[in-house]
């Protein structure tokens, strides 16, 4: 069993905050996962018909 050692879990952890672009906004990752959950919601009640996706 292979054990992940403490550099490659703050490797991980870090992938959240990554830059990304949603709407022509500059976010982190983890709050563009929320915003693009949030716009698949919206499509489904029928508000919207295009989900955000985030861009690198």
Not at 4 to 9: G, L, S, V
Not at 15 to 40: C, E, F, H, W
Not at 45 to 52: F, K, L, P
């Amino acid at each position: 069993m292979s054990e992940i050692t403490k550099e490659q879990k703050i490797q991980l952890l870090g992938i959240s905050m990554l830059d990304v672009v949603v709407n022509g906004k500059r976010s982190p990752l983890m709050i563009a996962a929320q915003q693009t959950t949030s716009s698949l919601a919206k499509c489904f009640s029928g508000e919207v018909r295009h989900i955000s996706y985030p861009e690198m």
